[in-house]
């Protein structure tokens, strides 16, 4: 089925305790259609570049199935930028630039052919410009995800909730669901979030993995991976978001059991994320790569539990 | 089988968001041995009290078949007494009041009828001190567990090194494991931990879940369940501890597999604890809260993944 992505196509220069890049390839669309990639085929975006975003990087879209006629590349602007340095625990960072460029005044346009998508991922943008989006559809999506984050919360609360009101799920951070909801408890936040509107709410917690929560207070939980070396932690939480929405566009199934298998294949692929600079672990990804983490995702929380007798 | 746990018997003081208790029965050795006797009939403390400690708290540790020949009472001697407060997050606490009164000159003893012991749990005390009672039993336990904290890696780190040479089985927390293997890797920190006697190492991470590492670099993970309400943290640790080796002490089954259920249970039983102020909740359990509450906790984790095909 088909999927449509609104989100950032960008240059990041990244420094790690481990090492630094010059400017790569970043941006949420990016990393969400790249990891959608492995699960369907039919993805369009919807994004905006100046025309310094070089051709290679166009072909890696491409080269990912990823219908890239909806980016609109700006004459003589110049592509959103961000350079961020991470500490040593690689849960906090430092940006040192963040230059809009191109993305100040973006005006989002779907393309005619982009029309009857049926999943919809909105990643993290301004909320007006994430609604413009859905706005222009002509018939709603079957399932329409939204991304945001702490700083829209800061300076665009109306607009975000007028946002989130309009989505089936919401995926957000766990400092950023207790900003949201003014609630401690992850608990008590999801339930005071899913009454804005969202079906469901995944709370991501990094390195300490994600949760999945319903209206009918089901709840699931992802681990992530312990790992032997995190390398560059950006883009995990927007890859994440695009293998979940990649699996379930590609499986078809709108339940909360086929959720949690979403939500693991999209931990597996930011556990792969990374490992690497920027985009370079999963840009070329072999399946038994994956579904050998996938396996180990598993494998980590698998037990055989039986009933103690009582006592 | 016979379980021998080493650890305090004090009162505690605890002031929480949500509430205060006076003076209250708490130490280590009295969650570990509360949390154990929900599988094991035999235990056996060794600890140390005053005069001041009430017939009552006696009777608590009694009515779960824990053997007190081994605390001895300091004629005229105060309690272990500990006052602390818990921030908003729960997760910090500032200690108010430490008074280690009678464990200050704590010199453990072993009684004869708590020899052969099988299942010895060292919980958090001073290093020499636990490898006091381990060298007064004649033959060696079938598992050693041992508990540790911080302020023992800051000011008894050789003699913490000898006692843990001695263990199979190491608990600390994330921070304690990066501080004492000096990586941020939860993974490399405990394969460098493995190297210093431990056969098994658990990484606590309290609402975060825990970690089992083995030396085969096996890895099992067990979430914590997200609660409504967290009213007081005190004693977490140490109930998972007991629950633990409890679980072990009761199965007789030392594998990895067996281990995991172990775990399993002690968040179980530790997910109890924190819902009410000190032992409160698990002080009179009834086996179908432990049950329902173990289901939980696997429901949270439970997916059926099948294979994606090739790409």
């Given at each position: 089925m088909s999927l449509l992505i609104v989100g950032t196509v960008a240059f990041d220069k990244i420094e790690t305790p481990l090492g630094k890049t010059d400017k790569i390839l970043g941006g949420a669309g990016t990393y969400i259609g790249v990891a959608a990639s492995y699960f369907t085929d039919i993805i369009n975006i919807v994004s905006v570049v100046g025309d310094d975003f070089p051709d290679k990087y166009h072909k890696i879209l491409q080269d990912h199935n990823i219908n890239t006629?909806?980016?609109?590349?700006?004459?003589?602007?110049?592509?959103?930028?961000?350079?961020?340095?991470?500490?040593?625990?690689?849960?906090?960072?430092?940006?040192?630039?963040?230059?809009?460029?191109?993305?100040?005044?973006?005006?989002?346009?779907?393309?005619?052919?982009?029309?009857?998508?049926?999943?919809?991922?909105?990643?993290?943008?301004?909320?007006?410009?994430?609604?413009?989006?859905?706005?222009?559809?002509?018939?709603?999506?079957?399932?329409?995800?939204?991304?945001?984050?702490?700083?829209?919360?800061?300076?665009?609360?109306?607009?975000?909730?007028?946002?989130?009101?309009?989505?089936?799920?919401?995926?957000?951070?766990?400092?950023?669901?207790?900003?949201?909801?003014?609630?401690?408890?992850?608990?008590?936040?999801?339930?005071?979030?899913?009454?804005?509107g969202p079906k469901y709410l995944i709370i991501k917690k990094g390195e300490h993995g994600a949760l999945l929560f319903d209206k009918a207070e089901n709840c699931f939980f992802a681990p992530a991976l312990p790992l032997e070396e995190v390398f560059d932690p950006t883009g995990a939480g927007d890859t994440f978001a695009g293998g979940f929405i990649g699996y379930l566009a590609k499986t078809k199934d709108l339940s909360f059991e086929n959720m949690k298998r979403a939500i693991i294949y999209g931990s597996a692929l930011a556990s792969l994320t990374v490992e690497k600079f920027g985009t370079d672990k999963i840009a070329y990804l072999k399946s038994n790569a994956l579904n050998e983490r996938v396996e180990r995702f598993k494998a980590l929380v698998e037990v055989d539990i039986k009933q103690i007798e009582k006592f």
């Amino acid at each position: 089925m088909s999927l449509l992505i609104v989100g950032t196509v960008a240059f990041d220069k990244i420094e790690t305790p481990l090492g630094k890049t010059d400017k790569i390839l970043g941006g949420a669309g990016t990393y969400i259609g790249v990891a959608a990639s492995y699960f369907t085929d039919i993805i369009n975006i919807v994004s905006v570049v100046g025309d310094d975003f070089p051709d290679k990087y166009h072909k890696i879209l491409q080269d990912h199935n990823i219908n890239t006629n909806g980016i609109q590349v700006v004459k003589g602007g110049k592509t959103f930028f961000w350079e961020g340095k991470y500490h040593t625990d690689m849960n906090s960072r430092d940006t040192l630039v963040t230059e809009l460029n191109v993305l100040a005044g973006f005006d989002p346009v779907v393309p005619d052919n982009y029309q009857n998508c049926e999943f919809l991922m909105l990643g993290n943008l301004e909320p007006n410009i994430q609604r413009k989006v859905l706005n222009q559809l002509k018939k709603r999506p079957k399932l329409v995800v939204l991304d945001t984050m702490n700083f829209w919360m800061d300076i665009a609360w109306e607009a975000l909730l007028e946002t989130i009101s309009m989505v089936d799920l919401l995926t957000i951070n766990d400092e950023e669901a207790r900003q949201m909801s003014g609630e401690y408890s992850l608990v008590k936040a999801a339930r005071k979030i899913l009454t804005l509107g969202p079906k469901y709410l995944i709370i991501k917690k990094g390195e300490h993995g994600a949760l999945l929560f319903d209206k009918a207070e089901n709840c699931f939980f992802a681990p992530a991976l312990p790992l032997e070396e995190v390398f560059d932690p950006t883009g995990a939480g927007d890859t994440f978001a695009g293998g979940f929405i990649g699996y379930l566009a590609k499986t078809k199934d709108l339940s909360f059991e086929n959720m949690k298998r979403a939500i693991i294949y999209g931990s597996a692929l930011a556990s792969l994320t990374v490992e690497k600079f920027g985009t370079d672990k999963i840009a070329y990804l072999k399946s038994n790569a994956l579904n050998e983490r996938v396996e180990r995702f598993k494998a980590l929380v698998e037990v055989d539990i039986k009933q103690i007798e009582k006592f």
